[in-house]
């Protein structure tokens, strides 16, 4: 059987909808557009922006991200039901390229035990919600949620009628990260083999994998290799559990291996570090050291031979250039004396997009950090940027105003802390606990009144030196529902509390906006 026609592999970016799943990975509607925009000039085709139902806040976002970054297409994620099509397609009324993405589970331990339907049923849902999101846009995909388990006769059945129903890319997803290369791959052969339709009518088959076995990529790759034109995955994998197949590692395979596959992507991967850099830093989510691509040591060699060899020829030991993916050869070293020009251009550099509002507000950071430190570098900067698109829509509710602490080791620690809210009210309270840091949170906790349970915290150097910047990343939980928290400090005692107070604000946030229905598991 022929090949597709087509040599492009079509990246489908899902980072701010399946991706945003990873627990603590919550963002806000600046850092949603900021990865969006990056993602363009990152090269991806279609832009999974959310899950419109879900909540006010994706439904603006979508919208936002369909409105506001139009070379790629923006997809809002449905269910096989009328008021999540409705709602995807309001989200992406008016917007220039757009498409709605409907799923539903085809799998027979999805069909007994989570939809308690027959197959028929599925069939008859899905044909009817792919036919309605076709009243919102040309660009419709179906996705039979568990594809790599659902009998493949019963795969066959529904990708035809839904395609008939006016489907134009079906995505075949391996939801749980359950299949093997050599049988995910024969999935889409299959398909193909008994639809001609497909090739036909140039219907595009898509693989979205899951990383349960550590083989996403792997399947992502097979399916390419028999037929798939379109791959989902996210920036640095992340995503539900084990995370997704790695947007970076499916690129450079790609790129690298251009002798073996018969195919290429739309990817510039010269933005890839940067991006992978962006999404770590406002997710709060740490690239592992080790990670493929975009992993310090990706391109680090502590081996004696392994030197000697780079040394002589890079090739030895590298079969990537280093440059290729945006790891810079070099950095520019900003300092109190750089105007705010040269810390625009820096900006820009480091693929972010800010308005003058934005940069006058970091260019005074920049401006009270730089009298702290003698250089600052790319990571200061970055994490000057992340910390203004980390400030909660609308300003913090709660702002630290002052803090003491006093006993150190082997005695017992306290702390007064005075926070200030958003009526210009100050309140101080003391509390003990065990050490400074502890007894701050506290404190925090008796003058807010949100009671979180404090799930991880996370210390680090932004930078090198004895004044870098110390960086803390902390996950608070309320009710179940965990929200990250980061602060930025030469002090990590005060970086500790600003991390802190960050996930209390966004907290509160949601409670003065939604109520505890915010979070209720059993609430959308």
Request: aromatic letters at 6%.
């Amino acid at each position: 059987m022929s090949q597709p026609k087509t040599d492009i592999i079509r990246i489908f970016d899902t980072t701010l909808r399946d991706g945003e799943q990873s627990p603590g990975a919550s963002l806000n509607h600046n850092e949603k557009l900021e990865i969006a925009h990056a993602l363009d000039k990152l090269g991806v085709d279609i832009i999974e922006a959310g899950f419109p139902i879900t909540s006010q806040g994706d439904f603006e976002a979508v919208r936002a991200i369909a409105h506001e970054v139009t070379r790629p297409t923006v997809a809002g994620l449905a269910r096989t039901v009328e008021k999540d099509v409705a709602r995807a397609g309001a989200a992406l009324d008016g917007a220039p390229n757009t498409r709605i993405h409907v799923f539903c589970a085809t799998s027979k331990i999805h069909r007994e035990h989570k939809l308690r339907k027959a197959f028929d049923e599925i069939i008859r849902i899905s044909v009817e919600q792919v036919t309605h999101a076709r009243t919102f846009t040309d660009d419709v995909e179906f996705s039979p949620e568990d594809g790599s388990r659902t009998e493949l006769d019963q795969l066959v059945e529904i990708t035809q009628a839904v395609i008939e129903a006016g489907a134009t890319t079906i995505n075949i997803p391996d939801t749980v990260g359950y299949a093997t290369p050599a049988e995910y791959g024969r999935i889409f052969s299959y398909v193909r083999e008994k639809l001609p339709i497909i090739d036909e009518q140039g219907i595009i088959l898509s693989s979205h994998c899951h990383d349960d076995l550590g083989l996403a990529v792997a399947n992502s790759l097979s399916a390419a290799e028999n037929g798939a034109r379109q791959i989902e995955c996210t920036v640095n994998g992340i995503g539900e559990r084990a995370g997704n197949a790695s947007l970076e590692e499916i690129a450079m395979a790609v790129r690298t291996r251009a002798d073996f596959y018969p195919f290429t992507t739309h990817i510039n991967t010269r933005r890839i570090y940067p991006v992978s850099r962006m999404v770590s830093q406002l997710t709060g989510l740490y690239v592992q050291r080790n990670k493929a691509i975009v992993g310090r040591n990706a391109f680090a060699h502590e081996s004696g031979i392994h030197q000697d060899g780079v040394i002589k020829h890079r090739e030895t030991y590298e079969i990537m250039d280093p440059q290729d993916v945006g790891i810079p050869s070099n950095e520019l070293v900003l300092g109190k004396h750089s105007g705010r020009h040269a810390l625009r251009e820096r900006i820009v550099e480091l693929g972010y997009t800010v308005n003058d509002e934005q940069l006058q507000r970091i260019y005074e950071d920049f401006k009270t950090l730089a009298d702290k430190k003698k250089s600052v570098y790319d990571e200061d900067v970055e994490a000057l940027i992340e910390s203004e698109l980390k400030s909660i829509p609308g300003g913090d509710l709660w702002q630290l105003a002052s803090m003491t602490f006093h006993g150190g080791v082997g005695a017992e620690a306290s702390a007064t802390v005075t926070l200030v809210d958003a009526t210009g009210t100050s309140s101080t309270q003391t509390c003990v606990g065990d050490g400074p840091v502890d007894a701050i949170y506290a404190a925090m906790q008796q003058i807010t009144g949100v009671q979180v349970t404090l799930k991880s915290y996370n210390l680090r150097a932004v930078s090198k030196g004895r004044d870098a910047q110390g960086e803390v990343n902390v996950e608070v939980e309320h009710r179940g529902r965990v929200l990250s928290g980061r602060g930025i400090s030469t002090d990590v005692v005060d970086a500790s509390a600003r991390a802190y107070l960050n996930g209390i604000n966004r907290i509160k946030s949601l409670l003065d906006r939604k109520g505890e229905d915010a979070f209720d598991p059993a609430h959308p």
